[in-house]
């Protein structure tokens, strides 16, 4: 059983950065798939982010590709989302997500993914 908690969410303004933080309490959590996805106000849980279990491989959707980076470090065990030139359309609800097989394969049925924090407000007013 893995418990992940994020921290780092707020109110930003059109162009600032910000980092999300999770935490992965578990004695196996190194060992799992780490990642980020964000729910907006009356969409559905979209994919942003994943890294893989030594941290060498990433995967980012297309809407934050060079804006954002995701990085862990498996001796706390923790994952951390870097966003920087942020836009009001990033305004959403951030989740950890943690699972066993790489976040990449639930990109559009997230609802299968094993393991989610309970979420961090980002607010990008414009």
């Known amino acids: 059983q893995v418990h992940l908690t994020e921290s780092g969410g707020g109110l930003v303004q059109t162009g600032d950065s910000l980092r999300l933080s999770c935490t992965a309490s578990?004695?196996?959590?190194?060992?799992?798939?780490l990642g980020w996805f964000r729910q907006a106000p009356g969409k559905g849980r979209e994919f942003v982010a994943t890294?893989?279990?030594?941290?060498?491989?990433?995967l980012y959707a297309d809407s934050v590709k060079g804006r954002f980076s995701i990085t862990r470090d498996n001796s706390k065990p923790a994952v951390y989302l870097q966003m920087s030139s942020l836009k009001p359309e990033d305004t959403a609800v951030y989740y950890c997500?943690?699972?066993?097989?790489?976040?990449?394969?639930?990109?559009?049925?997230?609802?299968?993914?094993?393991?989610w924090g309970q979420g961090t407000q980002v607010t990008v007013s414009s």
């Open positions: 997500a943690a699972d066993r097989y790489s976040l990449g394969d639930y990109i559009g049925n997230s609802a299968d993914v094993a393991h």
């Open positions: 890294i893989s279990k030594s941290g060498d491989s990433t």
């Open positions: 578990g004695r196996t959590a190194s060992s799992y798939y």
